[in-house]
Each structure stands twice: as C-alpha cells, then as structure tokens.
C-alpha cells in the first residue's frame, strides 16, 4: 500500500496538534511546521502511510523534546475505557454470540484513534458501541471463528491505548491462554505501549511483547527478533486497526484485519464504505500500480 497525498494533511495536523498539546510557542510551532514539511517534501511515496508517520513523529518528538507527547491524552482514553469495562461486560454476558459481540465492541473501540480526532469524548465511543453493535460487518465471520476455534497460537496486534481495553474483553472470549498481545515498541501517537497494556491490566491476563518498532503499525523489517518469531510461528494473527492493515496488507499469512474503516484511502484499498466495519485478509497487490 501506498503513501497516498491525500495522507499528508492528516501528518501536517498531526504537527500542528503536537504543537498545541505540548504548548510549544509560536516560535517554536513555526519551526516544527516547517521541517515537518520540508521531510514530507522527500518521502517515499512508494510507502506505506506507517512509514512517513514513524518518520514525521520521530521529527516532531526531537524537536519538541518530548518523547511521548500524547502520553496524558493516552492515560485519559484509558480511564475513560476502563470506566466503561463493567458494561462491556455484561452486553458480552448477555449476548446470544458472546464472541461475535465481543469482537464487535473491539471493533467499536477502534474509534479511539489520535491519528484520526484528537478529542474522543464518553458519548462518541458510546455511540460507536450503539453502532458497532448494530451495523453490517464486512467479512466472513464464520471463517474468522473457525480459525479461532482451530487455533492454538495467536498473535493479537494491538492498536491504540484505551482501544485496548476493548480488545481484553475480546481476548477473554478467545481464551487469553493461546494468545499473545503485541504492542508497539515505543511512543508513537496514541498506540499502546506496554505501559498501556499494564496500565489497563492486560498483562494480568495474557503475555504481553512489544514489537520493537515505534511506527504506527507493524513494519516487520522494523520489528525485534522476538516479534518475529511470534509473527510468524502463530497459527493466526488479529491485527487490529487501520495502522497495521496498511502495513501488513500485502503479507502472506494468516491475518485477519479487524477495524472501521475511516479515511478514503484505507476504504478504497479495502474496497468498502467509509465508516464500514471491515474482517478481511491481505490483499494481492497489483503488481501494475
């Protein structure tokens, strides 16, 4: 997958909402906006958007000399996920299909993305619950459950802090004990860091890595020895969110995606809907684009 224009404006508001959320003054802002710009004149368009992110980012936190500028926003999204645990629960209790309404809410909660809107409040990740609940899934359910049921190891690719609240409860129907949770190996927007994973008690529940890579997906090239092992030893890998669909889309393993499909650019290469919520496997590039 490529690193499309329209993707650029999203990593120019990512450098603005850095510069606000860190308080760097005009002086500095100006200076963060104008290199952020001369690297994007100089990337690789051949690349996925994960890519140009972990460089963009990486300029940003040096200038701002901040290693983790969403670290607070991340630690509310948390609470603010953890709050709402208790109620997850009991529609999960309550379903006919506990797993499929599992995965639905895990699902729901990829809502809460930095990379797409900086200010997630309780009533829109209740909404996304509301909808992720009731709207059409694209894909093959029945398919995704079988290799589930007939799996032994799986991989779980995290994306986001607070979201990750919502992937434990899908984890807990799986069976935490054939799953190892993956996440991020550094600071990068809002994806979870093993600091989340303890945070949110997930390492209470299942084995915890991180990958290694501080890019916002999974680079596999990037990623440590030991996510690699577990990458490509699993029987199945679930990799959450749109991050890790642009990186991983093309890789021939049994991957199944699991996210809302939420720009352009990600709908038009899962040929779906934007807003849709979409379970598919990775996709045969054409070789002649």
């Known amino acids: 997958m490529k690193t499309y224009l329209e993707c650029i404006p999203c990593f120019v508001r990512h450098c603005l909402d850095v ?7 005009e002086k500095l802002q100006e200076q963060l906006l104008r290199e952020v710009l001369l690297s994007l004149s100089k990337i690789d368009m051949s690349k996925p958007p994960p890519y140009t992110a972990k460089h963009i980012h990486s300029l940003i936190r040096k200038i701002t000399n901040n ?3 969403y670290k607070e926003i991340k630690i509310r999204h948390n609470k603010l996920a953890i709050k709402i645990y208790p109620k997850l629960k009991s529609m999960v209790k309550g379903s006919p299909d506990p797993i499929n ?17 900086n200010n997630i409040t309780e009533q829109e990740v209740e909404k996304s619950i509301a909808n992720g609940l009731s709207q059409p899934l694209i894909g093959d359910f029945q398919l995704f459950k079988k290799e589930i049921k007939n799996s032994k190891n799986i991989l779980y690719l995290a994306d986001n802090a607070g979201e990750i609240v919502f992937d434990k409860i ?12 993956a996440v991020r190996g550094g600071p990068i927007i809002n994806d979870a860091t093993i600091y989340d994973a303890k945070f949110c008690n997930l ?12 890019a916002p997906g999974t680079i596999l090239e990037d990623c440590k020895e030991e996510f ?3 990458f490509w030893n699993s029987d199945l890998v679930i990799a959450k969110g749109q991050g890790n669909f642009e990186s991983l889309s093309n890789v021939e393993h049994n991957i199944f995606f699991l996210f809302k499909a939420k720009c352009n650019v990600i709908a038009n290469h899962a040929n779906v809907q934007v ?6 496997r990775p996709i045969k590039e054409d070789k002649g684009n």
């Open 67 to 69: 290693p983790d500028p």
């Open 101 to 117: 309404t599992a995965m639905r809410l895990a699902m729901a909660g990829n809502i809460i993305d930095l990379g797409v809107k």
């Open 170 to 181: 899908f984890i807990e129907e799986i069976g935490p004990e054939k799953i190892t949770l």
């Open 19 to 25: 510069g606000k959320i860190t308080g760097a003054d």
């Open 275 to 280: 807003g849709s919520c979409v379970l598919t």
């Open 228 to 230: 690699l092992n577990k």
């Open 203 to 214: 390492d209470k529940i299942v084995n915890v890595i991180d990958n290694g890579s501080d």
